[in-house]
């Protein structure tokens, strides 16, 4: 019985605790399904909208590489635009300076050479400000391609895609303007679409039904580019809405709604010249990998839900957990990689950005690795710091965290050194936001732009050289001295060329050394050692000797730098001099040092330089000595119109001379008869007198007839006053004979050469003829004289020359005091020194104006009116007592309190 009874209750229980195991296992079965449905629904959605992102990303990647083909097509139409000798040829032509066919062949050849720099290019024409074809090079455009001037825009245009002879081509026009901002022309440039084509029908990493499209829209129509791959696609309103939405600077996808089971997505992107990009994929293809992803879990959860115990619930919880996040982020990754990395070959890396706001890199591509020569693998999960150092990686910690700080795609240029080469990078960041608006990763793309930089800097470096090549030519044409443009030459070699210091030397033939003429930059004294250079020693010396320039970019271990102590302290690391040689004569040096190294272009630049300095300092040099002969022959014209003057006054007074001494003479012989029969006359008449009295004492009584005619002659007073008559003839013939003596020592025939004389009779002779100008006239009173002579000795001179000097003087005196009261003049000698006398001359008239000073001794220089004087007096007196006797002629004045002239002569000359 007990064993009986113990055996129901035990079945009875057992079948309870398997109807219960049972059915809680089905309850557990269907409380999963029901849990992992709720939970699936939010992953599946969050995969669906990763797979969307890395669609857009994928479209982003292939709109920056349409940009940079863009952007070189731009750069490279500028290039070839800003070509000086085709610009000026252009300017020319449309001034009417040359005619169409010699503007043609000079465009085209310049055309021509930059087409062939160039394989993308294909044709190349260009168009005068009246639209009017100019040149064409290449494969021609037909004109229906052609734009029109004026484009109104200054930069660069690109235009849709042209289709010729079954190929695609690329419009770009590039605008030329002249010097005042006007066009005057343009260029029409073909490029080659390969590139482009490649980069739109590259559907690498999209899936097979994925299709690339690139149009625009023009008026109303949607234009797609590159016909023969989308031709089915003309009539996809989803494809144009797309570009429509692109072309109006909008971004995102589009869903076709008509079709539920597998529709069509639509990804769109703006660019720039209203271009439009597309990507079009189906659904299924799309979300083929989040569906597998589904599949997969939902088998999981169905095999761990079928188990049916506690343990497996608790176990299918962390493992679907691990499962998810673990295959999310493998999927996450590999979806990246397969639709970024694939088929790209510029660099591309990806940083995330932890929630504690550090960085660690996800990983980047191929082409990176290869720049940077660390592999993908080593970088996964690293922060900047333990990629690059402590150094750059902080830097590039802090640049990270401005990007984030920004919150916006930000682009910018680097230059950066890889393999001890250094080159230049284009990146674009690219910040990822999550559904809370919060960036949680940093997608980096970098273009190599090193060839462009490189031209950039090269037609930078160019249009320096060009302002500085202007600069010299502008300067070497001006009116200033040879030293002050050869300073300023070095100075633009400084500031152009950014030279530590600069030197030009000018050749001395005469003594075989170089001058030093200018210096700019850290010296810019131009004496010391270097001041006279022989040729042959030293650098530049040897320049000179070699007639050949010298160049180098290792000065540091140059054999012909000296003291390379001092070119290691100072950095010196460039050094150009070249001879400066023109038409064979060789001129002088010019060389310049420099901190950094010279490229070959401004070797080049120097050398042209040097050729140029050569011919200014040829032609100035000329210039100076056509100034000089001019001088010399201007001064020749004053000296021969002044000698020409005092010849013309020599004459007059050597006329003067010889009518006075004939005057003299004529008049001297009768006065001496005269003169020297008033003795015996006079005696004569004393005998008379003697022997009337005699008759007058013996017969006192005379008859009538004698008595009245005594009482007629008053004999009395005849007796009385014939005496004083003749000695007034004697005083009357003397007076002559001192008056003819005065104009012989005036005019001085007899002595035209040096003569020891007394200075004071030529003084004494001049006042004698000046005697009647001296004199009180009705409208001046008289000029007194007073003399005060020193004792002098004779002195050697030109007597009748002096004599003219003091007339001169006297005689401009008497002028001025013609109109004053009181008037004087003072005449004073005196004995200097042992070989020196002055003679002083002064009268107190008005005085001679402060302006009139400096230019009384000038020839034909007179204060006086028109017809009362030559102006040559004081001038030719200048000349006597100066160049004639080597002496000096002074003139001190007051205004208003008279004017002094001192002669001062030598008693001997040496």
């Known amino acids: 019985m007990p064993n009986k009874w113990r055996g129901k209750p035990m079945e009875g229980i057992g079948k309870l605790q398997g109807l219960l195991v049972l059915n809680s296992t089905l309850g557990i079965f269907l409380i999963s399904l029901v849990v992992a449905t709720i939970s699936i629904l939010p992953f599946y959605h969050e995969l669906r909208k990763q797979e969307e992102k890395n669609l857009r990303f994928a479209l982003h990647t292939r709109a920056l590489a349409i940009k940079e083909f863009s952007s070189r097509a731009k750069d490279m139409a500028k290039q070839i635009a800003s070509r000086s000798y085709a610009r000026k040829t252009l300017l020319d032509y449309n001034q009417g300076k040359i005619t169409k066919e010699v503007a043609s062949q000079n465009i085209a050849r310049v055309l021509v050479d930059a087409l062939n720099q160039s394989q993308d290019v294909v044709g190349i024409t260009r168009i005068a400000e009246n ?4 040149a064409t090079v290449g494969l021609p455009i037909p004109s229906q391609f052609q734009p029109r001037l004026p484009i109104n825009s200054k930069d ?13 081509y690329l419009v770009v026009t590039k605008p030329i303007f002249n010097s005042v901002g006007k066009e005057a022309g343009a260029d029409i440039i073909l490029f080659k679409t390969f590139s482009l084509q490649n980069i739109v029908q590259d559907n690498g990493g999209l899936g097979k039904t994925a299709k690339i ?9 949607v234009q797609l580019f590159f016909s023969s791959s989308t031709t089915e696609y003309q009539s996809s309103h989803q494809i144009k809405q797309g570009i429509v939405n692109a072309v109006s600077e909008k971004s995102g996808l589009l869903i076709d709604s008509k079709s539920l089971l597998n529709p069509k997505i639509v990804a769109f992107e703006s660019l720039p010249h209203n271009w439009g990009l597309v990507i079009k994929v189906e659904s299924k ?15 999981t959860i169905v095999l761990l839900s079928g188990l049916g115990t506690g343990g497996m619930i608790l176990l299918l919880r962390p493992l679907s957990g691990k499962v998810l996040i673990h295959t999310h982020e493998l999927e996450q990754q590999e979806q990246f990689l397969r639709s970024v990395y694939d088929g790209v070959e510029h660099l591309i890396f990806v940083v995330n950005v932890l929630k504690d706001g550090k960085f660690r890199y996800a990983g980047w591509n191929t082409p990176t690795a290869k720049a940077i020569g660390i592999s993908n693998q080593d970088v996964i999960d690293k922060s900047p710091q333990e990629v690059f150092g402590d150094v750059q990686g902080i830097a590039i910690h802090q640049r990270y965290q401005s990007f984030i700080e920004a919150g916006k795609t930000i682009t910018y240029e680097e230059c950066q050194n890889f393999d001890g080469t250094d080159s230049w990078w284009l990146t674009t960041i690219n910040p990822l936001k999550d559904t809370q608006g919060c960036i949680y990763c940093l997608v980096g793309t970098t273009f190599n732009i090193t060839e462009r930089k490189q031209t ?4 930078k470096e160019q249009t320096r050289l060009s302002a500085f090549r202007a600069a010299i030519n502008s300067t070497l044409v001006l009116n200033d001295s040879l030293q002050d443009i050869l300073q300023q030459c070095t100075q633009m070699m400084v500031d152009y060329l950014d030279a530590a210091f600069a030197r030009i030397w000018i050749f001395n033939p005469q003594e075989n050394v170089l001058e030093l003429q200018a210096s700019a930059g850290m010296y810019t004294h131009i004496d010391g050692s270097h001041s006279r250079v022989p040729v042959g020693k030293y650098k530049i010396g040897l320049i000179a000797q070699e007639r050949q320039p010298h160049v180098t970019n290792s000065v540091q271990t140059d054999p012909r730098v000296s003291d390379k102590e001092w070119a290691k302290r100072e950095g010196m690391v460039g050094f150009a001099g070249y001879p400066l040689i023109f038409d064979l004569e060789f001129m002088g040096v010019i060389a310049m040092f420099s901190r950094q190294e010279l490229s070959a272009s401004i070797f080049q630049e120097l050398s042209f330089i040097a050729n140029e300095i050569s011919l200014g300092i040829s032609r100035k040099q000329a210039a100076l000595k056509v100034q000089q002969q001019k001088e010399e ?3 020749a014209l004053e000296k021969l119109k002044s000698t020409q003057a005092q010849l013309i006054q020599t004459e007059k007074m050597s006329g003067l001379g010889q009518m006075v001494a004939g005057v003299a003479h004529e008049i001297n012989n009768p006065v001496n008869f005269i003169h020297a029969n008033l003795t015996p006359a006079n005696e004569y008449t004393q005998d008379l007198m003697g022997l009337l009295e005699l008759y007058q004492q013996n017969y006192p009584h005379p008859p009538e007839e004698i008595t009245e005619e005594i009482a007629a002659i008053d004999l009395d007073f005849l007796r009385e006053d014939l005496p004083k008559l003749l000695h007034s003839m004697e005083e009357g013939t003397r007076r002559i004979q001192d008056i003819v003596l005065s104009l012989r020592n005036f005019s001085r025939l007899d002595e035209a050469e040096l003569k020891s004389v007394d200075i004071h009779e030529g003084i004494d002779s001049t006042l004698m003829i000046l005697h009647h100008r001296l004199k009180a006239k009705a409208d001046c009173p008289q000029i007194q004289v007073i003399k005060q002579y020193d004792q002098l000795p004779y002195i050697k001179c030109y007597p009748s020359q002096l004599n003219q000097v003091f007339m001169n003087i006297l005689v401009n005196a008497i002028d001025v005091l013609e109109t004053i009261t009181n008037p004087c003049i003072h005449i004073s000698t005196q004995l200097i020194n042992h070989n020196t006398i002055a003679i002083h001359i002064t009268d107190n008239g008005p005085g001679i104006e ?8 000038d020839p034909f220089f007179t204060t006086k009116d028109v017809g009362k004087g030559t102006g040559l007096g ?6 006597i007592v100066v160049d004639k006797h080597g002496g000096n002629l002074l003139c001190e004045s007051v205004k208003g309190e008279g004017t002094e002239f001192i002669i001062q002569l030598p008693i001997l000359r040496s």
């Open 131 to 134: 639209n009017e074809l100019v």
């Open 156 to 168: 660069a245009e690109v235009s849709a895609p042209i289709q010729l002879g079954g190929e695609s």
């Open 213 to 221: 499209i690139l149009g625009t829209v023009t008026g109303d129509q």
């Open 285 to 299: 293809e799309l979300y083929a990998s989040v569906h597998e992803k589904l599949i997969i879990i939902a088998i």
């Open 456 to 459: 950039e800097l090269a037609l």
């Open 633 to 635: 022959l201007k001064q």
């Open 850 to 857: 402060g302006e009139n000073m400096a230019k009384i001794f």
């Open 874 to 879: 004081l001038s030719i007196s200048y000349q």
